[in-house]
Each structure stands twice: as C-alpha cells, then as structure tokens.
C-alpha cells in the first residue's frame, strides 16, 4: 500500500508538472512583450504553433501509449518538456522560440495518454472513473499562477520558464524508477504464463489422445489468418463510415473546440487583460 502511496504521489507530480511546464508561457506573456518588445501578434504566433502542434500529436499520442510502454513514454516527454522549456528560457529570436515551443507541444500531447493507461492497468473499470477525476486535479494544480508570476517578477521569465523545466528533469528520473509499468503487469504475465502452460499440456494430452487433431489446428490456423486478413482491409472503411462521416461526431467535435475556443483564449490572454486594460498591478 506505501509503494502504491507513492506512485500515485509521482504520478500526480508528474502530470502537474506537466501542465506547470506548458501554462507557464501565458503567465510570462507581459514579461516577454516588456524584455524582447514582441508585439501581440507575435506572441500570438508562438501560442498558435503550440496549440497546432498539441492537437496534431493527441492524434498519435495514444495511439503510441498503447503501443508502448507508458512508463517510458512518459519519461521521454517529462525530459522533453524539461529540456525545451530551458532552451526557452535562453532564447530571444521569435522564429526560435515558435519551433521550441512547437516542439513542447508534440511532447506535451504523451501526457494524458499515458495516465490514462496507467490507471487502467492499476484500477478496475468501477475505480477508474474516481482516480481519473483525480488525477485531472493535477492540471489545475500545475495551472496555478503564483508560482510562475513570483518568479517573474522577482528572478524574470526566463528562470520562470527554466525552473519547471528543471523540476521536470528531476521528476522523470524519479518517475522512470518508481513507476516500472505497474505490478498489475507483472501478474498479468504470470496468469498469461500460468494459461499459456495450461494450453500447452492440454494441446499435449489432446494430442496424444486424438491424431487429427493437428490437422483440424493446421486448418483452424489457417482460417484465423484469412479472417485477419479480412478484418484489417476493412479496418480503413470501419474509420471512414464511423469516425470521419459520423455527423454526431463532427457535432460533439465542434462544440469542443468553440469550449476551448474560449478556455485557451481565456486562459493564455488574461493577464494581459488584467494588466493592460483593467490596470491591475
């Protein structure tokens, strides 16, 4: 149960890491605007970019959480995200800041995919739902702004944007040692093993006991193969038919980005708002 305390603490610190990592940007906005004299637009641009390239690679992230270990997955994007927020913090070219920025936004996508997969592995379906709203806690604490708006305007937005990066470096050591893609996986592998063994010494004594056996396997074999086959050539037009000209679909779609439309826009432009034409100090 400690060992299980603890990875749920890393886990936690990870993603709020994570959002720290990204939100930390539109908290340095009037910072950069008043040191490099970039006009809106072109903070703007740089926001843009890492929204573009976000949405792009939630397309695949989950696709790859799946595929691969999350542990690592998510160790990859917290030293990432560490290294380019450094390298943000030591820029000052616009075009140089958009790719950097853009670049943290591919990596950022790994995130949600690979807590996502970690509370199935570690929960059952009647517990996910409760340690998925828990975990989405995590991105509002990393939101928060006194943190980041204390550095800036004690130590400056650039170590406001170096700090997460290094905390981030820190965590994904200690994420890749404390979370080892989870125990449940570890007996997962022995109940296949366990069933794998059993299949083997039943095959074995069937077998021994009918000949034609092998033969009706050979066949079945064979038949499983062809349906594979038909299977994955129709997979394309199970995408179309279900995903890309399913109306509910693009409806749900929409209402999303018009709720994001505002969220993002609210959320990355407020301090500006405050500062600028509220003339809060």
Same mark, same amino acid.
């Given at each position: 149960?400690?060992?299980?305390?603890?990875?749920?603490?890393? !886990?936690?610190?990870?993603?709020?890491?994570?959002?720290?990592? *990204?939100?930390?940007?539109?908290?340095? +906005?009037?910072?950069?605007?008043?040191? $490099?004299?970039?006009?809106?637009?072109?903070?703007?641009?740089?926001?843009?970019?890492?929204?573009?390239?976000?949405?792009?690679? %939630?397309?695949?992230?989950?696709?790859?959480?799946?595929?691969?270990?999350? &542990?690592?997955?998510?160790?990859?994007?917290?030293?990432?995200?560490?290294?380019?927020? +450094?390298?943000?913090?030591?820029?000052?070219? $616009?075009?140089? $800041?958009?790719?950097?920025?853009?670049?943290?936004?591919?990596?950022?996508?790994?995130?949600?995919?690979?807590?996502?997969?970690?509370?199935?592995?570690?929960?059952?379906?009647?517990? *996910?739902?409760?340690?998925?709203?828990?975990?989405?806690?995590?991105?509002?604490?990393?939101?928060?702004?006194? $943190? &980041? !708006?204390?550095?800036?305007?004690?130590?400056?937005? *650039?170590?406001?944007?170096?700090?997460?990066?290094?905390?981030?470096?820190?965590?994904?050591?200690?994420?890749?040692?404390?979370?080892?893609?989870?125990?449940?996986?570890?007996?997962?592998?022995?109940?296949? =093993?366990?069933?794998?063994?059993?299949?083997?010494?039943?095959? &074995?004594?069937?077998?021994?006991?009918?000949?034609?056996?092998? =033969?009706?396997?050979?066949?079945?074999?064979?038949?499983?193969?062809?349906?594979?086959?038909?299977?994955?050539?129709?997979?394309?037009?199970?995408?179309? !038919?279900?995903?890309?000209?399913?109306? %509910?679909?693009?409806?749900?779609?929409? %209402?999303?980005?018009?709720?994001?439309?505002?969220?993002?826009?609210?959320?990355?432009?407020?301090?500006?708002?405050?500062?600028?034409? %509220?003339?809060?100090?």
């Amino acid at each position: 149960n400690n060992i299980n305390k603890y990875r749920i603490i890393v !886990v936690y610190s990870s993603l709020a890491l994570f959002y720290l990592a *990204r939100k930390n940007f539109s908290l340095t +906005i009037p910072f950069i605007i008043n040191d $490099l004299s970039f006009s809106k637009s072109e903070i703007g641009k740089i926001g843009s970019f890492f929204a573009l390239t976000y949405g792009f690679a %939630k397309l695949i992230s989950g696709v790859l959480a799946d595929l691969q270990s999350p &542990t690592k997955l998510m160790f990859f994007g917290l030293i990432s995200t560490g290294l380019l927020n +450094i390298l943000f913090g030591y820029s000052s070219n $616009l075009t140089l $800041l958009t790719i950097i920025w853009g670049l943290n936004g591919i990596v950022q996508a790994v995130a949600i995919p690979c807590i996502s997969k970690l509370v199935s592995f570690w929960w059952s379906p009647s517990e *996910r739902a409760t340690w998925w709203g828990f975990f989405c806690t995590a991105t509002n604490v990393g939101a928060i702004p006194f $943190l &980041t !708006v204390f550095i800036c305007s004690t130590y400056g937005w *650039r170590l406001a944007m170096q700090i997460p990066g290094i905390l981030c470096l820190i965590m994904s050591v200690i994420f890749i040692y404390s979370v080892n893609d989870c125990n449940n996986n570890n007996s997962n592998n022995n109940n296949s =093993n366990s069933k794998n063994k059993n299949e083997k010494s039943i095959i &074995t004594t069937n077998l021994e006991s009918k000949g034609k056996l092998e =033969n009706n396997f050979i066949t079945n074999n064979r038949n499983e193969k062809n349906q594979t086959i038909n299977e994955s050539s129709t997979i394309i037009n199970q995408m179309i !038919v279900n995903i890309f000209l399913n109306g %509910k679909l693009w409806i749900l779609c929409l %209402k999303m980005f018009l709720v994001d439309f505002i969220r993002m826009g609210a959320s990355n432009w407020f301090l500006i708002f405050f500062l600028e034409y %509220k003339h809060y100090s």
